[in-house]
């Protein structure tokens, strides 16, 4: 390392020459101004230069973690073999840092003593019936070092929690913990630790072994669904900040920070004198004896700071570049482990801000107050310059900046292309980053509304009264620019009731934002799911809404000018209006597809669930693809369930395979909505779980089109406006005679006849279709 001396005296040198005497020439003034730039210059090169860690030739660092010595990770690099650190980069990347001989990772150490490494959590789990499901005592042994009783604290977690830990102290055990219950997560306060869901307790002096244990009272029965399991761990006071979340997420953590403390032999520091040879501690620095533990430690004097375990490694701290540090009211001087502060030429006192300070003197005062004006005015100058100048530049950067994501999105052909269509029809517009900032109130936290994998959706209001949703896209590839263009003009176009309109879009942005119609009544998702919203959904309710939603991706797939798949068709993608009429959105992963493919191949993107395994096996999408994801909402408005949910059974938590096993089984009553069960005679309900099997099948080819879906399922609606299909005998006799008398029932779609005939010998539905797209 090189050391500038020079650099002892700079700042007293460097502010005489901002202060020189009346009878200095203008050659010495430059040489002076000179010589305070190279002192400047030697100063920061001084100051960059790194205070050394570790010894000579020895690595100081193990992946993100600083090895500073005693500590080593190679022989003759640490004090001896219980400041070894085993640098494990054999498996992983960045490597990790263990303490010698176990499995105990270390994340940080400091030369004050204090090391802080990862400690397992003891948990007791159980299931929603009471049954244990998984639970672990972790435990930690140190030859060494011991556990931090000022910087760590004993925490138990639950509402049906005892956790005790068992230490050793001076070769004696001990045994402390606490105890926590509570009967709803609505008495749960958080972050705090205050004894109802969490209880905290401090950890005894000396410790260098404990083990933790935890159980439950009831086994978590009346609270499982807020609390499944019971959690024990020693933490870092100072990184724990307690949340009512904890009660149900800590299942997901297995870890926590803790701090060790460390210290040198087991002899105090008066022992250690009488021995020299034994001493550890180096030049400019002192020895003290722990609080927590039998032996000692270094550090440096005051006025010095680095390692106090390495030759020079107490360096000198200097004062005068850190205001906080000096008293000094006008020069400050460093010295040797501290400073002193003089007056300039021309003023007198001990230049202390706690003192006399600095008196001007009657030949020198003058000068100063000339120059401490003209060198305020001249910055204060130079500072409104170089805002304006700031400004005016972050400004032209900015519009070039938006030209260029305008360019880079395609927003000149997106333009051409709005040109040439007819002015008569009704086409995308292109907004512009201002206006949509106003609309959001610059995209605030409060306007969010929904949050997906292809985007963030605001709630915005236009400058013309217009309430609308802003979508902010993930990055488009630039070489699919020419598809985004022509699907955001394909989509502007379609003006069908059942699909959210788009208004507009922004390419101003990094990533393009598209304007939509804002829906009132929320998802199909939420109203399936909320209890307290599912019961306005009636059978009939449910049955138009996925009459509608077939006819939407009928039309996308058969009737749009482009075909479209649709490719993440799912409840939370069906909006819902104030007289619940279904409006199909999110077309973020939508494909256009070539009038002569039966379909593209992809990267593949969905939701699991809803995702087609055909196209999740071969990455070619297909307009079946939609069919399948499409069959699995037809199932969550008859059964009211998730399309993936994990507490059902492992094998029945996907919902297509669980509905499948049900109809095997022959319980799908069982499984169905309450209010399915009770509006809806039971044929019909076969005849949409017939149909939605169909949807299901693993073969593409094997699905019906959502030309037929759609066909078959208004077909059933009008049957079911005509003809209502009620649980009881006189209604059924009624029906029957009225459907011997109605023999066929045609339904025109897409400019064919179709036939849907009642066979009331078999109460089945039969559909003769045309194919089509």
């Known amino acids: 390392m090189c050391y500038y001396m020079s650099g002892i005296n700079a700042n007293r040198n460097i502010l005489r020459t901002h202060l020189p005497p009346k009878t200095r020439s203008m050659g010495d003034e430059r040489r002076a101004w000179h010589l305070a730039l190279v002192c400047l210059l030697l100063a920061a090169v001084a100051a960059a230069e790194?205070?050394?860690?570790?010894?000579?030739?020895?690595?100081?660092?193990?992946?993100?973690?600083?090895?500073?010595?005693?500590?080593?990770?190679?022989?003759?690099?640490?004090?001896?073999?219980?400041?070894?650190?085993?640098?494990?980069?054999?498996?992983?990347?960045?490597?990790?840092?263990?303490?010698?001989?176990?499995?105990?990772?270390?994340?940080?150490?400091?030369?004050?003593?204090?090391?802080?490494?990862?400690?397992?959590?003891?948990?007791?789990?159980?299931?929603?019936?009471?049954?244990?499901?998984?639970?672990?005592?972790?435990?930690?042994?140190?030859?060494?070092?011991?556990?931090?009783?000022?910087?760590?604290?004993?925490?138990?977690?639950?509402?049906?929690?005892?956790?005790?830990?068992?230490?050793?102290?001076?070769?004696?055990?001990?045994?402390?913990?606490?105890?926590?219950?509570?009967?709803?997560?609505?008495?749960?306060?958080?972050?705090?630790?205050?004894?109802?869901?969490?209880?905290?307790?401090?950890?005894?002096?000396?410790?260098g072994y404990f083990d933790i244990a935890v159980r439950s009272y009831n086994n978590h029965q009346g609270i499982w669904d807020f609390n499944p399991c019971s959690y024990g761990f020693v933490v870092e006071e100072n990184s724990f900040n307690f949340s009512s979340n904890y009660l149900r997420d800590l299942q997901n953590v297995t870890m926590m920070p803790m701090v060790l403390d460390w210290f040198i032999g087991n002899e105090t520091c008066e022992t250690i004198k009488t021995k020299s040879s034994d001493d550890v501690c180096q030049g400019d620095s002192t020895c003290y004896n722990v609080d927590n533990g039998s032996g000692y430690r270094c550090k440096c004097l005051d006025g010095y700071q680095g390692d106090p375990y390495l030759p020079n490694g107490c360096q000198d701290i200097d004062e005068c570049k850190d205001p906080n540090l000096n008293k000094c009211e006008k020069i400050c001087e460093n010295t040797k482990g501290n400073y002193t502060c003089l007056c300039p030429k021309g003023y007198q006192g001990d230049g202390r801000t706690d003192g006399t300070g600095c008196v001007a003197n009657q030949s020198g005062g003058s000068l100063i107050i000339e120059l401490t004006v003209g060198l305020g005015v001249g910055i204060t100058v130079l500072i409104a310059?170089?805002?304006?100048?700031?400004?005016?530049?972050?400004?032209?950067?900015?519009?070039?900046?938006?030209?260029?994501?305008?360019?880079?999105?395609?927003?000149?052909?997106?333009?051409?292309?709005?040109?040439?269509?007819?002015?008569?029809?009704?086409?995308?517009?292109?907004?512009?980053?201002?206006?949509?900032?106003?609309?959001?109130?610059?995209?605030?936290?409060?306007?969010?509304?929904?949050?997906?994998?292809?985007?963030?959706?605001y709630k915005g209001t236009l400058s013309d009264g217009r309430t609308v949703a802003i979508k902010k896209s993930q990055v488009v590839d630039e070489s699919q620019i020419d598809q985004f263009i022509n699907?955001?003009?394909?989509?502007?176009?379609?003006?069908?009731?059942?699909?959210?309109?788009?208004?507009?879009?922004?390419?101003?942005?990094?990533?393009?934002?598209?304007?939509?119609?804002?829906?009132t009544n929320g998802t199909l998702f939420e109203h399936i799911h909320n209890k307290s919203k599912a019961s306005s959904l009636t059978f009939e309710t449910r049955l138009r809404i996925a009459a509608e939603t077939a006819g939407v991706l009928s039309y996308l797939h058969s009737s749009a000018s482009i075909p479209i798949i649709h490719r993440d068709v799912k409840s939370t993608n069906i909006l819902l209006d104030d007289s619940y009429t279904a409006k199909v959105?999110?077309?973020?992963?939508?494909?256009?597809?070539?009038?002569?493919?039966?379909?593209?191949?992809?990267?593949?993107?969905?939701?699991?669930?809803?995702?087609?395994?055909?196209?999740?096996?071969?990455?070619?999408?297909?307009?079946?693809?939609?069919?399948?994801?499409?069959?699995?909402?037809?199932?969550?408005?008859?059964?009211?369930?998730k399309a993936l949910c994990f507490e059902r059974l492992e094998e029945d938590r996907n919902l297509a395979m669980y509905f499948i096993s049900a109809l095997k089984e022959d319980r799908l009553v069982q499984i169905l909505e309450k209010c399915v069960v009770d509006e809806a005679k039971i044929e019909m309900v076969e005849e949409i779980g017939s149909l939605a099997r169909r949807c299901l099948r693993v073969k593409g080819e094997e699905r019906p089109t959502m030309k037929e879906v759609a066909m078959e399922l208004e077909g059933l609606r009008m049957m079911l406006e005509h003809h209502p299909w009620v649980n009881n005998d006189e209604s059924r006799l009624e029906e029957t005679e009225y459907l011997l008398g109605e023999p066929s029932l045609k339904i025109g779609s897409n400019g064919g006849m179709n036939n849907v005939t009642y066979d009331s010998i078999t109460d089945h539905i039969i559909l003769q279709v045309g194919h089509g797209r």
């Open 50 to 207: 790194s205070t050394p860690i570790a010894k000579l030739d020895c690595q100081d660092r193990c992946g993100n973690v600083s090895i500073p010595y005693p500590f080593g990770t190679t022989t003759d690099c640490y004090l001896n073999e219980d400041f070894y650190i085993a640098c494990n980069s054999t498996h992983y990347d960045p490597p990790r840092a263990f303490l010698t001989g176990s499995n105990i990772e270390v994340t940080n150490i400091t030369v004050e003593g204090k090391l802080r490494i990862m400690q397992f959590i003891a948990r007791d789990c159980y299931n929603k019936s009471g049954f244990p499901v998984s639970s672990n005592t972790p435990s930690i042994t140190l030859s060494k070092f011991r556990v931090s009783d000022t910087d760590n604290k004993f925490v138990a977690i639950g509402c049906d929690t005892e956790a005790t830990i068992q230490g050793v102290q001076d070769d004696k055990g001990y045994t402390s913990g606490c105890i926590s219950k509570c009967d709803s997560i609505d008495y749960v306060d958080n972050f705090t630790c205050s004894g109802i869901g969490c209880c905290q307790t401090s950890i005894a002096k000396d410790v």
């Open 385 to 457: 310059g170089s805002t304006w100048s700031y400004w005016a530049f972050k400004k032209w950067k900015l519009i070039k900046l938006k030209h260029k994501f305008f360019r880079q999105n395609g927003g000149l052909m997106l333009q051409q292309e709005l040109s040439r269509r007819d002015s008569s029809t009704e086409t995308a517009k292109i907004f512009s980053a201002e206006e949509l900032e106003t609309a959001t109130n610059n995209y605030d936290e409060s306007r969010i509304i929904g949050r997906g994998g292809y985007g963030t959706v």
């Open 487 to 519: 699907e955001v003009v394909v989509l502007s176009q379609i003006n069908h009731r059942n699909v959210v309109k788009l208004l507009g879009c922004c390419l101003e942005t990094e990533v393009p934002l598209l304007v939509y119609e804002f829906i």
């Open 585 to 641: 959105s999110d077309f973020g992963a939508s494909r256009l597809v070539p009038l002569d493919q039966a379909g593209i191949s992809t990267v593949v993107q969905g939701t699991l669930g809803y995702l087609d395994p055909e196209y999740l096996q071969t990455s070619q999408l297909t307009e079946k693809s939609d069919v399948y994801s499409f069959g699995v909402v037809l199932l969550e408005l008859l059964t009211g369930q």
